[in-house]
Structures are given as structure tokens and as C-alpha cells.
């Protein structure tokens, strides 16, 4: 090949490259990364990238060199010279393939062992996945239970999903992990967050009509902050704890109502602090309300609400539990209304 022409090639795949990597980068495709897991997957990602953009690079160089340089006159109809391959071009073009497919795959190997690695002293969060809320337990602080996933900064979280009815799938973009919840199955996964921040947690699995409402928020704080939430949390311990308070915890019901007495701010179902004002409106004891809208929540819709999208299991909740909801409900309205 001339000097001149190599120049020429080199130029236009350096060219190439330059718009590729600019695509890459300057539009952000993906969101800011918050945890030590999402760094490594973002580093596999440009790892990946990098190289494909090097492949286009050469690709497009080869290409626009052999349309321009071996463009056949428009009254030229007679076949080109018989090839007959190239050793040397088949050797390459089999062994550098194949040494970049093995270095992504050694690349991503390490990065997945990492991922799973929880460390020695792991935060454990018993993740609820139902129809259509979340709810996070934490086992080692007196089984605290909240609808936001609150996590310290900097320490490896082992989350266990656990889900109620049907597959849910627990997603938060910034820290670029997905994983199904399954009925009967124990799934779990490693979160190192650290960044502190507000970031959106995402049902990302069709699991009924509330399922893009199916959303909640993980919230990252200093380790001194959680840990003034968790003592504010666990004052009086379980024992003293409102019975009916700890059934609407555990039950799911703060992932989508908003109630002041459990301070919760859920938006997918209609706000709890004024009770008693609607059932008024629908002509019944406060109490015989609040028990039929749970067991069966299409009988009464709220306002801007739609049927269909309160699940109907939790008629299936222990008699003792149900009622013990129903009382907090009954008591807790009068917190905000008298
Ligand atoms: Cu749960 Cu979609």
C-alpha cells in the first residue's frame, strides 16, 4: 500500500472514531451511577464500548478506503481478479476477535463475582414485592419495617426479595441492578451504595393494573443519620409498637396510601387521613368503612381513584391482624381530624 493511502485510512477511521466516541459520550444514556456495583458495571459497559468503537473505527476506514479506491468505471461489467484468501489477514481477523471476546468475558466473570460479594458484615433488608408496593424489613434492627428503602452510605447491603402474589422486579437505575421477585423463591442481591442522594425504586416487571405505579424511593444517608432513624424507628421496641401500626407496615399499605400515623406518603391509592369524612359520604359507620374498603376495595372508589387496582388479598389477612388494622385506622384518623 502507498504511504499516501495509508495516511488516508488511518484518517478516516481516526475520523469515525472521533464521531462514535462523541455519540457515546456527550449524550447521556445512562443514569448517574450511586453504588460501588453500578461503577464496575459502567466500567464493563465503556470496556465494551471502547472496543467496539475501535472495531467501527477500522470498519468504516477499510470500507470508505475500498469503495473509493476500488470503484469500478461505470462501463466496467467485467469480473474483478480471482482471490484466493490470505493467511495472514485470517489469522488476524479470527485471533483478535476472539482475544477481545475473551477479555469481555473475563472482564464481566470478575465484575459478577464482585457484585455478589457482600463482604463480611453485610446490612440484611427483607425486600416485600406485591400488588403493587414495596415494603423493606430490617431483620437485624428490631425488624423495623418501612415503605422507603432507607440504606447507610458506604456499607454492602444484602437485600432478600420475597414477593406475595405474582413476579415483581425490583429496579434502581442509578444503581444499574435489576432482580425478579418470585413467588416461593428467595432472590437476593448485593447493593454498595455510595452516593447519598434520593433515587426511584421501579417495579420493572408487569404485575397488574398498579404496576407503573408500583414505585417507591431508596433513600441513602450518612451512617449517622440512619442510625438516629432506625433509633427513632425502634422506640418502645416491638412490644409497645401499635399492633395495627405494625400490620400497616408489614402489610404494604404505607407503599401506596399516605397516613400521618404511620408516616407514610404513599400516592398509588387515595391519602388515609380523612376517613372519616368518606365514609360519611358513603352513608356508614366509620368502622364497617374502613373493613369493607380493605377487604373489598372496589365496594367504595375514592375520587380520581380507579377499581381494580387495590389488590384483594388482604381479606386474607389473620383475623387477629385485621382487626388490630382496623382499630389503628379508626384511632389514627382522629390524629389529624379532631
Ligand atoms: Cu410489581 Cu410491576
Redesign the pocket.
Given at each position: 500500500m502507498r504511504r499516501g493511502a495509508v495516511v488516508w485510512l488511518v484518517a478516516v477511521a481516526l475520523a469515525a472514531c472521533a464521531v462514535a466516541l462523541a455519540v457515546a459520550f456527550f449524550i447521556p444514556w445512562l443514569p448517574d451511577t450511586a453504588s460501588e456495583e453500578s461503577e464496575r458495571i459502567s466500567f464493563v459497559f465503556w470496556f465494551t464500548t471502547i472496543i467496539c468503537i475501535a472495531i467501527f473505527g477500522i470498519v468504516a476506514g477499510l470500507t470508505l478506503y475500498s469503495v473509493v479506491k476500488f470503484r469500478a468505471p461505470l462501463d466496467d461489467d467485467s469480473d474483478g481478479p480471482p482471490i484466493h484468501g490470505h493467511t495472514g489477514i485470517e489469522i488476524a481477523w479470527t485471533a483478535i476477535p476472539a482475544v477481545l471476546v475473551t477479555a469481555i468475558g473475563i472482564v464481566s466473570a470478575v465484575v459478577l463475582a464482585r457484585n455478589s460479594d457482600a463482604g463480611p458484615n453485610p446490612l440484611r433488608v427483607d425486600v416485600l414485592?406485591q400488588?403493587?408496593a414495596w415494603s423493606f424489613t430490617y431483620p437485624q434492627q428490631n425488624r423495623i419495617t418501612s415503605g422507603h428503602l432507607r440504606l447507610p452510605v458506604g456499607r454492602s447491603v444484602e437485600l432478600h426479595f420475597q414477593a406475595r402474589d405474582?413476579i415483581?422486579?425490583f429496579w434502581v437505575p442509578e444503581f444499574s441492578q435489576k432482580q425478579d421477585t418470585v413467588p416461593g423463591l428467595e432472590t437476593t442481591l448485593v447493593i454498595t451504595p455510595n452516593k447519598v442522594g434520593t433515587f426511584p425504586v421501579i417495579?420493572?416487571?408487569?404485575?397488574?393494573l398498579?404496576?407503573?405505579l408500583?414505585r417507591t424511593q431508596a433513600i441513602v444517608m450518612p451512617q449517622a443519620e440512619f442510625d438516629a432513624w432506625i433509633r427513632e424507628r425502634s422506640q418502645g421496641g416491638d412490644g409497645a409498637r401499635d399492633p395495627g401500626l405494625a400490620v400497616f407496615d408489614s402489610a404494604g399499605c404505607g407503599g401506596c396510601h399516605t397516613l400521618a400515623a404511620a408516616r407514610s406518603s404513599g400516592e398509588t391509592g387515595p391519602p388515609l387521613d380523612d376517613l372519616a369524612s368518606r365514609a360519611r359520604q358513603a352513608g356508614m359507620p366509620l368502622e364497617d368503612f374502613i373493613r369493607q374498603s380493605i377487604v373489598e376495595p372496589d365496594a367504595h372508589i375514592a375520587e380520581g381513584y380507579e377499581a381494580g387496582v387495590m389488590p384483594k388479598t388482604f381479606g386474607d389477612l389473620p383475623k387477629e391482624q385485621l382487626d388490630a388494622l382496623v382499630r389503628f385506622l379508626v384511632e389514627s384518623r382522629g390524629d389529624t381530624t379532631e
Open positions: 414485592g400488588q403493587f405474582v415483581h422486579s417495579c420493572t416487571e408487569l404485575c397488574g398498579g404496576h407503573a408500583m
